[in-house]
């Protein structure tokens, strides 16, 4: 499954397409309610297929009417969406999985961003154009779509831009990994990566360099009269600065992960504990986004058959000498070069861990035993 990405043209008929996404953020908001009442009064929660039954037969009455013109697959995945939601949060609640999730919530129909058709409501015409419902859009057509689509999905981002994204089946096979070439990578907030060949890559820090600008905009944002015509002017200059930042932040992760995937078979990472990091550091962490660069990593490295290897999260790599195994658990964050009492060698923090990251996700693979740590050397 792959999913292909494209901008909508700017017309008069988008609207049609903004006022369905304001209804599924209606009928999400509906359903969450039902949701909370029916906890109350039984404990549980409703079954997919009893709120997509229920619902089905509310968008018959008068009232609901004008449900039916989002289409009834796109009202049957906004049901989906939520129980997808419920069920991440009870796996959070329960700790079976390591990421946490809150339990779905109310949202705001106009920050409400997309809603999603499966097999009929949508129609693929001509080159770039697509009828959805009965009106024709057109799409800035980058790419040939040359497969089986499974499902078609109308975002909309902050701007109020509208894009289409097509879910598509392909017939492309994984490449087999032709080597075992293998990369230990640290993350760092001096460096934003080091690598265990002794290269580093260095963040660009967009937010925090666009801050001053940012600043700006959000003060003349305050300013404005509530929903007047400058007040809107203002609010779409200041998310166009935001936009800027994700897809700039975006090109450059892409860019990386090419290069790092064609470069090396096997990347070894750490588990790194994000939210502890916020706490520490906030801004800066949030600015260097690491969740979101190896969410692109992965990505990247599925489609050209590499592997990425993440270490246990507890591993002292940064305390560890690469050079003799000797833990030095005095080592503090500030301590940016540090001396082993062992054998004496002078390491840098970010460059010595990459290196222990390589060793351990290598010996964990179990390509090579390069674990230099025995038990005595802890003592």
Not at 51 to 61: E, G, N, P, S, Y
Not at 250 to 261: I, N, Q, V, W, Y
Not at 359 to 369: I, N, P, Q
Request: glycine share 6%; with cysteine.
């Amino acid at each position: 499954m792959k999913a292909l990405k494209f901008k909508l043209y700017q017309s008069k008929k988008n609207v049609h397409l903004h006022h369905q996404i304001d209804i599924s953020g209606i009928i999400w908001n509906h359903c969450i309610a039902l949701h909370r009442r029916y906890y109350k009064l039984t404990g549980k929660y409703i079954n997919v297929y009893a709120m997509q039954k229920h619902i089905a037969k509310l968008k018959r009455l008068p009232k609901y009417e004008f449900w039916n013109l989002v289409g009834s697959q796109a009202i049957q995945d906004v049901c989906e969406r939520i129980d997808r939601s419920y069920q991440m949060f009870f796996k959070s609640k329960q700790g079976k999985i390591s990421v946490k999730h809150g339990r779905p919530g109310f949202c705001k129909v106009k920050k409400y961003s997309s809603f999603t058709l499966k097999q009929c409501g949508w129609k693929l015409l001509g080159s770039n154009k697509i009828r959805i419902g009965k009106h024709v859009f057109k799409f800035s057509k980058s790419r040939e779509i040359i497969v089986t689509v499974k499902t078609v999905t109308i975002k909309r981002n902050p701007l109020g831009d509208l894009y289409i994204c097509f879910v598509v089946e392909t017939d492309e096979k994984v490449p087999d990994r032709l080597g075992n070439t293998i990369v230990g990578i640290d993350f760092g907030l001096k460096t934003f990566l080091t690598l265990s060949n002794g290269e580093t890559v260095d963040s660009p820090l967009w937010f925090i360099n666009a801050l001053k600008e940012i600043r700006r905009a959000s003060r003349e944002f305050s300013r404005k009269v509530k929903r007047s015509g400058h007040w809107f002017a203002a609010k779409d200059r200041l998310n166009r600065i935001y936009e800027s930042i994700k897809n700039q932040r975006r090109d450059f992760f892409f860019k990386l992960a090419h290069s790092l995937t064609d470069k090396f078979d096997i990347i070894a990472l750490e588990n790194l504990n994000i939210a502890a990091m916020k706490k520490l550091w906030g801004r800066k962490v949030s600015d260097l986004a690491f969740t979101e660069f190896v969410s692109i990593l992965e990505y990247i490295a599925k489609q050209k058959g590499k592997l990425i290897h993440f270490i246990d999260r507890f591993y002292p790599s940064s305390k560890t000498c690469s050079c003799c195994g000797y833990v030095n658990k005095e080592l503090s964050l500030s301590d940016r070069n540090w001396c082993c009492p062992n054998c004496h060698a002078v390491l840098d923090r970010d460059a010595n861990a990459a290196i222990n990251i390589e060793r351990e996700g290598a010996s964990s693979l179990g390509l090579v035993d390069v674990r230099p740590i025995s038990s005595a050397i802890y003592a």
